[in-house]
């Protein structure tokens, strides 16, 4: 009979574990929090330049 393989499922058949799986220590390290804050700021800022130079 044939041999049977060890199924991953469709994370496996995507790539998508090989591309987590090989995570570097070189990568650098971003706090969740930093995310998080960087992206309210983002949109402060981008309401602020909504309301100073409104689209006519």
Partial sequence: MAE???GGGFQ?????MRYFDEEEDKSPKID???V???AFIVVIVVEIA????PVQ
Avoid at 12 to 16: E, H, P, Q, R, V
Avoid at 50 to 53: F, G, R, S, T
């Fill in 4 to 6: 049977q393989k060890q």
């Fill in 12 to 16: 496996s058949a995507a790539g998508l």
């Fill in 32 to 34: 969740h929090r930093a």
């Fill in 36 to 38: 998080i804050i960087l």
């Fill in 50 to 53: 909504k309301w100073q130079w």
